[in-house]
């Protein structure tokens, strides 16, 4: 859910429906407040046990994520000058995401003095163009037939320098401890995904769970390099839908 939906749902609620629910929502801190300082003499909590003790589990998860994310760095750094390009013979200018010139981590690679990314020829494509080759008919004249063993050979030369900087590149990346480190950074960023998922299905009763959940999602976002839309618009949904309720709620007392 984005800014401008939700600006553009609140200007079209009524004014006093807008000022009841905020109404609501401040009645439902005052008891909220009122249940902290209660608890505080001896009552038992009201809010959620099982949301509280996912939230406390909110920093280790983070620090370890973005621990991975650090060693990542430390061995694209340390190991930068030993990453090679790719030869010419398999670049074509102006790569994309998909085929684009990457560096060790994986991230899209811009050489020096040079505008855009390069392309790099795949493999398999190549492989496939070998494999699939037909001869010339056998009326085809001897310039026909030329050009056509010079190609097939051109792309033969292609496939196996291909071959030898996938070899290469893959023995660096397993080496440097590079393929280890990202399965641990997305095995942490899954982890703490998964942890605010449960948090953000966990009914929330006090303003302590919003704020659970509030700093769930800004912890998540904090740690992530990138943005993940579908999963944070989600949370957002819930997160909206929880605060509401509980201003409902406090409107009723």
């Not at 000058?81 to 200018?93: F, G, N, V, Y």
């Not at 390099?225 to 949370?235: D, G, M, N, S, T």
Request: proline fraction near 4%; glycine fraction near 6%; hydrophobic fraction near 45%.
């Amino acid at each position: 859910m984005t800014n401008t939906t939700v600006r553009a749902a609140a200007e079209g609620m009524p004014e006093i429906n807008r000022r009841r629910m905020l109404l609501g929502l401040a009645a439902a801190s005052t008891a909220a407040a009122a249940i902290t300082v209660a608890s505080a003499a001896g009552c038992a909590p009201v809010e959620n046990p099982e949301l509280i003790r996912l939230g406390n589990r909110l920093s280790d998860a983070s620090a370890e994520y973005l621990a991975a994310l650090e060693e990542i760095e430390w061995i694209a750094a340390e190991w930068k000058h030993r990453w090679p390009l790719a030869p010419d013979e398999i670049t074509m200018p102006r790569g994309n995401y998909i085929d684009g010139e990457r560096d060790i981590a994986g991230r899209l690679l811009k050489r020096p003095g040079e505008e855009h990314v390069r392309c790099i020829r795949d493999v398999r494509n190549l492989a496939a163009i070998v494999a699939t080759d037909r001869p010339p008919r056998h009326n085809a004249s001897d310039a026909t037939r030329a050009r056509h063993a010079n190609w097939l050979a051109t792309a033969k030369r292609e496939l196996k320098i291909g071959k030898l900087y996938q070899v290469q590149t893959a023995r660096l990346r397993k080496t440097s401890g590079m393929d280890l480190a990202k399965a641990r950074a997305a095995a942490a960023k899954k982890s703490l995904s998964d942890l605010v998922t449960a948090i953000m299905e966990q009914p929330g009763t006090t303003m302590e769970g919003m704020l659970i959940k509030a700093q769930a999602i800004t912890t998540f976002n904090k740690a992530m390099a990138r943005k993940y839309p579908f999963e944070a618009e989600l949370w957002a949904a819930q997160l909206a839908e929880s605060v509401l309720q509980l201003a409902s709620e406090g409107e009723a007392a």
